[in-house]
Every structure is written in structure tokens, then in C-alpha cells.
């Protein structure tokens, strides 16, 4: 009954989120740089924009935690090039890096194309780079790596924010935990991200790992084999 509630209820909400999304790309297409309040309107915008995304990423990890817990999850593999899901996740987050300043620095190596399921690798490498944007301090740095190792695709997100205490990391990828990282400003999540993406590493055959100093920076990296 619970996971048929979530579910039908997550659905229905699709609906007005998709119809806020085309309000807000109609408003964008519309908005005159060049107007006396042009600026301020940018900023409701991307606002809105925002808490939009947010509310659909909310939805979305409901529903994938209700597929895992009725084993609902298949598997949908075709070819893909990790690195354009890279590029892509990091375009549609440049919103977000832009409100804090930050400078992200890929190092990509040419890889060959590996089969896996493309909605499910993009919510990991969104949740990671997501993460690092929320808890790096504005104007520092993100890495965002690529590269073959023995067999496996490795994809690495560095920040240098506050770091994780020793005591939380290996709580890290517990359901409904959250990144009790100390800083100030609050971070909303769900706390079902990187529970979900080491359901969904696992399920492809990889890995996933996080490496932190307190006051340092963290390191969250997964790995995906080259061959199945």
C-alpha cells in the first residue's frame, strides 16, 4: 500500500512540475536583458528553476526508492560515453555554479563507450556533482575526473569544502542519511541520493567510494566495468 501510494502520488505530481518547467523555458525565451529590471527577473527565474529541478529530483528518488523496495528496478543498457553524461550533467548544473562562483576543472580521458543504463548513471553523476556544488564554499574549486583502471571506468568529484567527520563516512550511503557536513548555510536533500546511487553502481557491477578530510574536501568516486 505504501509503495502504491508513493507512487501514484509522485506521478501525479510530474504533471505541474513539467507545466512549470515550459512556464519558466517560455519566460527565459521572453526575458529582455536589456529592460531596467532585467537582472532581478533573471534571478526569480532561475529561482524558480531551481526549486523546480529540486522538487523533480525529490520525486524522483520516491519513486526509484519505491521501485528498489518492490525489486522493480530493470535494467536498461544501450552505449554510452560517461563522458558526455559528465558534460551533459555539468551543462545543466551551471546555474547553480555560477550562483556561487565556482571554477570546475574536468580532466576526462578518451574512453571507449560501456554499456549501462543512461537515466540511472546520469542520477549518480548528478547527485555527485550536486553535492559538491552545495557544500563547496562559493568562489573554491570542483574536480571532475575520468578514466580507465584495470577493466573499470573510474569517474571522480573532488570538492574542497568542510570534509565529512571520520565518525559519519561510513554512514554515508545508509538510506535517509544526511551530509552532516559542518557549515553553515542549510542543505535540503532527501537523503536518499547516495543511497540510491550505490544501488544503482551495484547493479551495474561497479563500486562506489567516498574519501573525505574535515576542512579539506571530499572525494566521492564509483567505478563501472568496461566489459559485462
Not at 60 to 76: D, G
Not at 81 to 103: A, E, S, Y
Not at 147 to 171: A, H, N, T, Y
Request: glycine content about 6%; some cysteine; proline content about 5%.
Amino acid at each position: 500500500m505504501k509503495s502504491n501510494f508513493l507512487s501514484m502520488v509522485s506521478h501525479d505530481l510530474k504533471t505541474p512540475i513539467a507545466k512549470i518547467q515550459a512556464v519558466v523555458e517560455g519566460m527565459r525565451r521572453d526575458l529582455n536583458p536589456s529592460n531596467e529590471r532585467g537582472a532581478e527577473w533573471k534571478e526569480w527565474i532561475d529561482s524558480i528553476e531551481n526549486s523546480n529541478n529540486e522538487l523533480k529530483r525529490f520525486i524522483t528518488s520516491i519513486l526509484n526508492l519505491s521501485r528498489i523496495e518492490s525489486q522493480k528496478v530493470i535494467l536498461k543498457k544501450k552505449s554510452n560515453d560517461i563522458n558526455l553524461i559528465i558534460q551533459h550533467t555539468l551543462k545543466r548544473l551551471t546555474p547553480l555554479v555560477q550562483q556561487k562562483n565556482l571554477i570546475i576543472e574536468e580532466s576526462l580521458d578518451p574512453l571507449f563507450s560501456i554499456e549501462c543504463d543512461e537515466e540511472l548513471i546520469r542520477q549518480v553523476v548528478n547527485n555527485l556533482i550536486d553535492n559538491a556544488i552545495k557544500y563547496s564554499p562559493p568562489a573554491s574549486k570542483i574536480l571532475v575526473r575520468s578514466r580507465e583502471v584495470e577493466g573499470f571506468v573510474r569517474v571522480e568529484v573532488e570538492d574542497f569544502g568542510p570534509g565529512i567527520p571520520k565518525d559519519q563516512l561510513p554512514l554515508m550511503f545508509r538510506k535517509f542519511t544526511r551530509l552532516l557536513r559542518p557549515i553553515k548555510e542549510q542543505v535540503k536533500g532527501t537523503g536518499l541520493g547516495l543511497y540510491l546511487s550505490k544501488y544503482f553502481i551495484e547493479l551495474h557491477g561497479g563500486s562506489i567510494r567516498v574519501k573525505s578530510v574535515e576542512g579539506q574536501g571530499t572525494t566521492f568516486s564509483f567505478t563501472l566495468p568496461l566489459q559485462h
